[in-house]
């Protein structure tokens, strides 16, 4: 059996590179993780790689050889091309990251959500068994968005820091993802995947602090001023998205639910694990 992991570069296909390699004498199977350019991968030893772009999938058969189960990243284009030559080279299933900005009030029509809706409609129209994940907010935003703040300034400016969200570590969604590609028992339409609890974005940041071992000063950002720090590689219309749904959290707990102990066997890991995994991206 080979599985492909699409976008392997990335914080969660790499991962589960990882997980799926180290199972591998005892799973039986083979791993692939591509990349548009696959001089950039860095993969555990064991695995293969390959060259592959999912918007013009050009020798795209090299890379689905023998593959029976496929982890999808998603991305902007259209995944139409390549998802049937996928169908015909006799995948069995298709793991699709997604978001709840897909369907969620005042995301699923936005950039953000239209963008993944796109994605699960390509995968839904192309016949292929498949399995949508929603993660909630990734623990790794935290490095995203506040570790260069908290290096050098000891302090994060945040729009809405009284919003509530769900960390969900990016260990959980990887290993999730490994049983539905190598075990077929809860490969239903979707999974909705959460961490354990709901905590307000300012939280978060108090357990950053803690974990650091110094106090972290949270900078309340009106939304113009959060516009005007916007990293070059966030679009505008995405960060004001964005900065309109998390107005939405404000007062208003995150989803919790037990999917993953459902499909892994051990409770949804807490942030701070996650942060102490990577205290060095914030000193």
């Given amino acids: 059996m080979t599985i492909l992991v699409t976008g392997a570069r990335g914080d969660i296909g790499g991962r589960l590179v990882s997980l799926l390699t180290e199972g591998l004498t005892e799973g039986g199977h083979r791993v692939r993780g591509s990349a548009r350019d696959a001089t950039t991968l860095r993969l555990p030893e064991g695995a293969e790689t390959a060259e592959l772009d999912l918007i013009d999938p050009h020798g795209a058969e090299h890379a689905l050889r023998d593959v029976e189960t496929m982890f999808l990243y998603p991305t902007r284009g259209d995944l139409g091309p390549f998802l049937r030559i ?5 995948v069995r299933h298709v793991v699709l ?11 699923y029509d936005r950039p953000i959500g239209l963008v993944h809706r796109e994605a699960e409609r390509a995968v839904e129209e192309s016949g292929l068994p498949y399995t949508v994940l929603y993660p909630s907010w990734l623990a790794s935003n935290a490095r995203r968005d506040w570790a260069g703040q908290i290096r050098s300034l000891g302090r994060v400016g945040i729009a809405h820091p009284d919003a509530w969200v769900n960390p969900i570590h990016i260990d959980d969604v990887a290993e999730v993802a490994a049983r539905l590609l190598t075990d077929d028992r809860h490969r239903g339409r979707m999974q909705v995947l959460t961490g354990p609890r709901s905590m307000r974005l300012r939280d978060v940041v108090t357990v950053l602090g803690d974990v650091l071992g110094r106090s972290v000063t949270v900078d309340e950002l009106t939304v113009e001023q959060a516009l005007e720090q916007r990293e070059p590689w966030m679009p505008e219309p995405f960060l004001r998205g964005l900065l309109e749904v998390t107005a939405m959290a404000v007062g208003v707990p995150a989803l919790v639910t037990n999917a993953v102990e459902r499909i892994t066997g051990h409770p ?6 996650w942060a102490q995994s990577h205290r060095a991206d914030f000193q």
Avoid: C
């Fill in 97 to 107: 990251l997604s978001s709840p900005a897909a369907y969620d009030a005042g995301e």
């Fill in 86 to 90: 996928a169908h015909g080279t006799g």
């Fill in 268 to 273: 949804a890991r807490e942030f701070a694990e």
